[in-house]
């Protein structure tokens, strides 16, 4: 990176999202959490429609999207874009503007309707369409601030960091209302296709760009050495961008969607998986020499999160397969998966990216060993959650596919839903002590450790 | 700078292209094959959803049913076996938007709307675990005035919504299965699918059913008993389980009946049609068998002493003129008027009721069927003996 950038960092504006990031993290996990209690002890809500799963169930994936990831991704952007581009975001007046309209607008009532019943039942799309509208003007207002940097600077300075911010906001501009608008107007089958390139676009498009501009910019910031590969960071962009939006239909193996548009989404995710290798041996090279868990917290967020890439894209790579998908599609499989992406990958790199951020906000505290705590109990949580989701899935499966009655895969189920439970704590109290690291310790101009790590 | 003009060209096009390509290949193109198959197959007459089944799919929208229930019967075996019909793209077409599901905690619903009776489904809304203890599906109470036979509008929208999944498949009948042509279901599977599990109503007057030795009642019989049937006929068979007032007719009070181990069978292996009793053929055959076994060993069948000649002769003439014409003449319940009533009435050669419960019912007829209460049309001394009398069907010749 150029040297001596941060001063053209709106420090409010890091500090804004990246606070709001992790108390909306402790609240959207808290939805999963009880969701997840429910199902060990389903009267546990005492009948209150407020607290009913299905709702829960809503409130949750919305937060992790949109009021952590969402958030955190924009306080790394307002640190990592001046850093790349050499000037201010467009307008600190217009960053104010969207921070309340993502959390004012957009997320806290999202949630406040959907627990009232105002909502719509599809997959990544589950806050009411009135807040879709919200989520439309967010994204614009975050091209304006973040993009014409890039444009000015030309595109022969680009770092693969600014490829995945521009396409990661521009697509997500176009994918966002084919999942959220369109099948309210396109029915049935129709509208699956659709809703199925949106839930991998929602992935692929806008978490997976974002969070790998944050691996690509933290470990060069971190190591002070250049990326191992350009032409490498390249091509991993590309057949990214290619091949991300041709997955969707593989939400929808065995249904009444053209076989053909099936099996080319199915192999779109197997070279998908390639892909991902092709990325992942770049940033691995990158990193080598920093060791499995490196001092500066920041790049150890964004290795695992690598590491969890890696993982998550081949499981997904390979559960997209016809005879894998038949016996795992509908289980808890698919919701340790889900979890390894958006828990593993996503919140790993998201945290790297927050972390390096904040650090270098003149007027934010930090403390390194509180937030060293964080990572384990969230490596500890991420890892029995998925564990426990997979071995559950393929219980359930094996059940679904014998002659026995539906309810004794739901029986078989229980105990690993109570260890499930049991993961969330860990978590929970690994985003606390995440909020903690932030409120306690010195300010920048105490510490020198973390900066020059 | 004009290469880098045309490098920026080349990318944006590049990249929108890539996507643009998604939309088309993945979303459109599909979009327009699912319109000709729509079109091919779909029934003459659309049977788009009544108001009331809209405002019940918003209830199941924004309860989030459709994350732990698919609607979306895929073509493989597994799902058939267990679903029924794979989904057509024509029965979806009135879904705005869709709620085909990712995610199966409970079971599929696609073809929900003939498994269930409306009351099992209002019982089940209104408190999941009354009807099926081990559920872990979350209680509705909101949509309940206090009671699960006390349905607000939403639960009666809700409950006709549920009973629409899958009804124009059921009308279009052969003549829409004739229109499935396979060849336009590239790559898929021909499956059919048998009498689907739990559905009673779909297996009317059936009474074919595989034989199903008695087991013994022993503890793990017992168990399965308070997993799968408590919920309703209780702890003790009295039929007076958690869900049982929510049900008309109430569960079937086994412990105050004798019944033949086929009568059970028969039974459990077709449900009930016309009540909220399941069928249970999912269940192994084993399990079965352990049934038949606690069934048979709930009976508290008292020692009736013979009635004397006049009681017999008396009850034999009060049946004849008021109950022969539903329950039949030799009491099989194959009465000529007990043909057309939606649930068959009872069958005194198989299912001995205890003089109490014969009593009890006469006098308070069966919710719920066209059983009414007896009391003001006979004496007491005629109930009496027709109570007595319908006993001696039991394990007659036909």
Redesign the interface.
């Known amino acids: 990176m150029e040297e001596r950038r941060e001063h053209l960092v709106e420090s409010e504006l890091v500090y804004a999202h990246s606070l709001a990031a992790v108390v909306m993290l402790f609240v959207a996990a808290g939805f999963g959490f009880l969701a997840a209690t ?2 060990v002890v ?2 546990v ?1 005492g ?1 209150s ?1 407020f607290m ?4 829960l ?2 409130d949750h994936t919305q937060g992790i999207l949109f009021g952590w990831l969402g958030n955190a991704f924009l306080a790394s952007l307002y640190h990592m874009v001046p850093v790349m581009t050499g000037r201010r975001v467009t307008s600190l007046s217009l960053g104010r503007l969207l921070f309340g309209i993502w959390n004012f607008l957009i997320v806290i009532p999202g949630w406040i309707l959907v627990l009232n ?7 990544w799309a589950e806050f009411p369409v009135v807040v879709d509208v919200f989520v439309m003007i967010a994204v614009v207002f975050a091209i304006i601030q973040f993009l014409p940097g890039f444009f000015r600077q ?3 300075n680009m770092y693969v960091s600014a490829w995945y911010i521009v ?1 990661g906001l ?2 997500t501009a ?2 966002y209302p ?1 999942g959220n608008f369109l ?15 949106w ?1 991998h676009d929602a992935v692929g ?1 806008f978490i997976t760009p974002l969070a790998l501009s944050i691996i690509y910019f933290v470990i060069p910031a971190s190591t002070r050495r250049p990326i191992y590969s350009h032409f490498l960071s390249m091509l991993g962009f ?1 057949l990214l ?2 091949l991300y ?2 997955n ?2 593989h ?11 099936q ?3 199915i192999l779109a995710s197997g070279l998908l998986g390639v892909d991902v290798l092709i990325v992942v041996t770049n940033l691995v090279l990158s990193m080598r020499g920093s060791g499995w868990f490196p001092r500066d917290l920041a790049l150890r967020f964004v290795g695992t999160g690598t590491i969890l890439y890696l993982i998550v894209s081949i499981q997904g790579s390979l559960q997209a397969q016809m005879d894998l998908n ?1 016996a795992i ?3 808890d499989w ?2 340790g998966h889900a979890h390894l992406a958006m828990l593993g990958f996503a919140t790993f790199a998201a945290a790297g990216g927050l972390v390096h951020a904040w650090r270098h906000v003149p007027f934010a505290r930090f403390n390194r060993g509180v937030m060293e705590m964080a990572y384990w109990f969230l490596l500890a949580g991420v890892a029995l959650m998925f564990t426990d989701l997979t071995a559950a899935g393929i219980v359930e499966a094996g059940i ?2 014998s ?5 004794e895969s ?2 078989a ?2 105990p690993y ?1 109570a260890l499930r439970m049991a993961a969330g704590i860990p978590l929970l109290m690994g985003f606390l002590i995440m909020l903690a690291a932030m409120l306690t310790g010195d300010r920048p101009a105490v510490r020198s450790e973390d900066l020059q790590a | 700078m004009t290469g ?1 003009r045309m ?2 060209l080349v ?1 944006s096009v ?3 292209g ?2 643009a ?3 088309v ?3 459109v ?3 327009r ?3 000709g ?1 729509t079109r091919r197959m779909a029934p003459e007459h659309a049977l788009p959803f009544t108001a009331s089944e809209l405002r019940g799919r918003d209830v ?9 229930h ?1 609607q ?1 019967v ?3 075996e ?2 058939v ?2 679903f029924g019909k ?4 024509w ?10 599901g ?6 599929d619903l696609q073809r929900e709307g003939v498994v269930r009776s409306d009351d099992w489904q209002l019982a089940h809304l209104f408190a ?2 009354t009807v ?1 203890p ?9 949509l309940f005035e206090g009671a699960a036979d006390r349905p607000s509008q939403e639960a009666k929208d809700l409950l006709a919504y549920l009973k629409a999944l899958g009804k124009a498949r059921e009308l279009a009948g052969a003549e829409g299965e004739a229109k499935v042509n396979m060849a336009d ?4 599977g021909d499956f059919h699918s048998g009498p689907l ?1 739990a559905s009673a109503a779909a297996a009317r007057r059936a009474t074919a059913h595989p034989a199903i030795p008695e087991g013994t009642a022993d503890k793990r019989a017992l168990e399965i008993y308070a997993h799968n049937c408590a919920g309703c006929h209780g702890a003790k068979g009295e039929g007076d389980g958690p869900a049982a007032k929510a049900l008309a007719p109430h569960p079937a009070n086994l412990a105050g009946h004798e019944y033949t181990p086929d009568r059970i069978a028969q039974t459990l292996w077709n449900g009930v049609a016309g009540a909220a009793m399941p069928a249970w053929r ?3 055959v084993a399990d079965l068998s352990a049934l038949i076994a606690v069934v048979r060993k709930l009976e508290t069948p008292s020692a009736e002493p013979a009635p004397p000649q006049q009681i017999v002769d008396l009850g034999k003439q009060v049946y004849d003129a008021n109950c022969s014409q539903c329950h039949g003449e030799n009491g099989s319940g194959d009465g000529p008027a007990g043909k057309e009533i939606s649930m068959l009435p009872a069958n005194f050669t198989t299912g001995r009721p205890g003089v109490a419960e014969s009593l009890r019912v006469l006098r308070e007829g069966i919710e719920g069927t066209p059983m009414g209460p007896w009391n003001r049309r006979l004496s007491e001394a005629e109930l009496s003996a027709v109570a007595y009398y319908v006993r001696s069907f039991y394990r007659q010749a036909r």
Not at chain 2, 102 to 107: N, S
Request: hydrophobic share 45%; charged share 20%.
């Open positions: 429910e199902l389903p009267d809500a009948g429609q009913s799963w299905g709702r169930r809503y019943g105002i909502s719509q039942p599809l997959e030309g595109m022969e396409g521009v697509f176009f994918s084919m099948p309210q107007y396109v029915p049935g089958a129709r509208g699956a296709a659709f809703s199925g390139l839930i498009l590309w961008f290619f939006p041709l969707g239909t939400h929808y193996v065995f249904s009444v969607i053209p076989m053909t548009a099996k080319g989404a038949a599609h509908f289980s698919v919701v679904w596919g002659a026995a009655p539906w309810l739901v029986r189920a229980k839903w | 880098q490098a920026f990318a590049g990249g929108i890539f996507f390509m998604s939309v290949v993945l979303g193109w599909p979009g094959e699912l319109d198959e199941y929208s924004r309860e989030g049913c459709a994350y732990c698919t979306q895929r073509w493989l597994r799902d076996k267990r794979p989904t057509l793209a029965e979806t077409r009135f879904d705005f938007p869709h709620l085909w990712t995610r199966r905690i409970g079971p999941p675990r099926v081990d559920s872990v599906m979350p209680d509705f109470p909101w279901m590239e790559g898929m599990n999912d269940l192994p």
